[in-house]
């Protein structure tokens, strides 16, 4: 399969961006995901897809417990800054700590979901990595941070099927 058109193809599959973050004994670690899936409803499991390269997962997946954190449409700054190579990415970003966890619940988010680190498979050039959630919470009434054709969007309003019929609005 040639690379390109795949990723052409995916690219058509919405996602939303979550921040999963953690608390570590140097300070609080955390990344941005768009790979992001519900896995069970019993036991209560979540998953998500960290590049093998990533720099953030080891220390997570170290701690052994991470907080999911639900991105809004108007937060795509922090899904930029927490997807790039910045020295200190939680510089001057308002959070407070998860009930079991203690790992970053950042301010502003949509929802958040506290996990214990249940399993880590290899997965090509990423890791399946799922967890147990233990605590989960909605902090904000908005619309959720979507990532589809290359891009950050935002849900179209109801009853709107936007320009192109894609259900999504230019943001």
Do not use: K
């Not at 300070?27 to 790979?35: E, F, K, R, T």
């Not at 233990?134 to 290359?150: K, Q, S």
């Amino acid at each position: 399969m040639n690379r390109h058109t795949y990723r052409q193809v995916l690219g058509h599959f919405a996602t939303g961006v979550v921040i999963v973050t953690a608390a570590t004994v140097p300070g609080p670690v955390g990344l941005s995901i768009n790979s992001f899936t519900a896995v069970s409803l019993e036991p209560p499991l979540v998953g998500f897809f960290p590049a093998v390269t990533s720099r953030s997962w080891p220390a997570i997946e170290q701690v052994g417990a991470f907080c999911v954190n639900m991105l809004g449409v108007d937060q795509e700054p922090l899904a930029h800054r927490f997807a790039g190579a910045v020295a200190d990415r939680f510089a001057g970003v308002g959070w407070r700590p998860a009930p079991m966890s203690t790992a970053p619940v950042l301010d502003g988010v949509i929802a958040w979901i506290d996990c214990a680190l249940e399993s880590v498979s290899p997965a090509g050039d990423h890791l399946f990595v799922t967890g147990r959630v233990t605590a989960a919470g909605l902090r904000a009434e908005n619309d959720p941070l979507v990532f589809a054709h290359g891009r950050y969007r935002r849900l179209a309003p109801d009853g709107w099927g936007g320009p192109d019929g894609s259900g999504f609005a230019d943001g």
